[in-house]
């Protein structure tokens, strides 16, 4: 209601597996090639995401495939499976750092970059590798593909005009959420403010089409569509500084979404903790990132750089943890 329909589906949901259809030990740690510890992290993340693990051993992609130059897509299907079926300890990810400046402008092969900022930047490459098969489709299909159909929900705004009560809602496609952390302690308080009502007055006050008139009104986001996997990034950047928030924020291993919904009756929607990078230093700006996934065996790893470490989910869970992945 309210959006609209895509008139093609470019990925059938149904065809989403998210269960390994292949379980095995860890696969192989990452060789750092010079301050890209914030690539390594993702790409490891990446790979231990099990829909889209499955998918990319498939070798559908490639299989369809007929762009020339770079397409992250193939990349990271050459990556994943070099990663889980190759015998070595460690593995050079060349390819990814190699074409890094087709994955996003800002990235430099010898300088630090920001997880966060390459996983937004790699999901954008595999989104726009998706689509080049497919000229002039609506914006609506454009959240069809198969990056979408696992990372992507939709968010919705609604505005109430506090002088006469109108409502408008609008309705957004997203791939991962950012989350002010700080007043909230833990993921579950900064998901409750995400969704608490924003009084917009001022300089941030609204047209009301109702009133024809800038309006104080109030705007309240919710999650309207959840995705198969929900990303979050906890902010960790106090200012412009680089200074940073290190306290703990508390995260569970399983995390019900419903709350935090346009429409919170029904069934608890849980998710599964199943990936997340710690940054360690002092500010934003400089530091070391790490991660810790769940292998296809059930078992948690600590993944930092060359080094996989066997760990429990009690370490997993007492880090200063700044990206999360849940799987529904």
Known sequence: ???????????????????????????????????????????????????????????????????????MMCIMEAHVRKVLHCSANVIWPRAVVRDLKFIGEEFEPDMAGDAYEFLRCALEAMQRACLSESSDVDISSQTTTIIYQ?????????VTCLRCQAVSDSYKAFLHVLLDIKAPSSLTTALEDFVTPK?????????????????????????????????????RAADHTGKKISKIVEYPEYLDLRPYMSDT?????????????????????DGH?????????????????ESVDNCG????????????FYAR
Not at 15 to 34: H, K, S, T
Not at 210 to 229: G, I, Y
Not at 265 to 285: I, Q, R
Not at 313 to 324: E, N, S
Request: aromatic share 10%; proline share 4%.
């Open 199 to 235: 009084k917009l007055d001022g300089k941030y006050s609204l047209k009301c089409s109702k009133c024809e008139k800038n309006v104080t009104a109030s705007e309240r986001v919710t999650v309207h569509r959840v995705p198969k996997v929900f990303t979050v990034c906890l902010e």
């Open 150 to 158: 696992i990372f992507g929900g939709f968010l919705k705004s609604r």
């Open 265 to 285: 009756t029904g069934e608890p929607l849980l998710y599964s903790l199943y990936a997340l990078v710690v940054h360690s230093g002092d500010t934003c700006l």
């Open 1 to 71: 209601k309210g959006m609209a329909l895509p008139q093609k589906i470019l990925f059938s949901p149904e065809e989403i597996c998210m269960d390994w259809q292949q379980r095995r030990r860890p696969g192989a740690g990452l060789c750092n090639l010079g301050s890209t510890c914030y690539i390594n992290v993702i790409l490891q993340c990446l790979t231990y995401t099990p829909p889209l693990a499955n998918y990319l051993l498939s070798r559908e992609h490639s299989q369809l495939c007929h762009r020339q130059g770079f397409c």
């Open 313 to 324: 989910i009690h370490a997993v869970l007492r880090q200063q943890a700044y990206l999360l």
């Open 289 to 305: 990132f790490f991660c810790y996934t769940k292998a296809s065996n059930g078992l948690w790893y600590k993944m930092d750089d």
